[in-house]
């Protein structure tokens, strides 16, 4: 099983990169592979510039096909998710989370921001054609310490990305049964 992280923060490290790692951490020693992607991947221009044939966009389609699941974390500005995760995700082909399950995480200076990843992310991951998005986690400023070096979270926090990553893996699980045996499933809702 193979998931995707992607760190959409422009800052390295961040808190929303703290939260992947640690969701890394997780998963690999459930032995699911985990491939990263930072925003730092992609060359600057690439993405302003709109380079659909840029070779580190090439590749992140190409693990993309490959992969299970997805998982997203991205600070909020503005009320709304990273500008540069935007445009990285406005290059990526229309079906590119076609058959993945995807997390998002977010981090944000209060819980005032806590919405924007159901009313700004999960439009894009839905128009990107994702089979599920999670419910997700959202984290506040004062949850995460020492990002920098070795994370910190809040007991709350720990709590909900355990759960979160739970119900991943049960998707994960999940999405393989439905791939394998798309027909099968339609007998499963009448049970």
């Known amino acids: 099983m193979r998931v995707i992280t992607l760190a959409g923060s422009p800052r390295f490290p961040s808190r929303s990169s703290a939260l992947l790692e640690y969701a890394r951490e997780k998963l690999s ?15 600057p221009e690439d993405l302003l510039y709109a380079r659909f044939d840029s070779p580190a966009l090439l590749a992140l389609i190409e693990q993309l096909q490959q992969a299970d699941g997805v998982i997203i974390a991205t600070p909020v500005y503005k009320a ?19 058959k993945k399950v995807v997390l998002p995480l977010a981090t944000g200076g209060t819980v005032a921001h806590m919405l924007a990843v159901d009313y700004a992310l999960k439009p894009v991951l839905n128009a990107l ?25 809040s007991n709350n926090l720990q709590q909900r990305l355990d759960n979160s990553l739970e119900t991943f893996w049960q998707a994960l699980h999940r999405r393989d049964f439905i791939v394998s045996y798309p027909f099968k499933t339609q007998g499963v809702a009448h049970v």
């Open 29 to 43: 020693a459930l032995d699911i592979e985990v491939c990263h992607w930072h925003l730092q991947n992609f060359a």
């Open 80 to 98: 709304s998710f990273s500008g540069a995760l935007k445009t990285l995700l406005d290059l990526l082909p229309e079906r590119a989370l076609d």
């Open 129 to 153: 054609k994702a089979q599920e998005i999670l419910h997700g986690v959202f984290a506040d400023d004062s949850q995460i310490a020492d990002y920098q070096h070795k994370p910190v979270f």
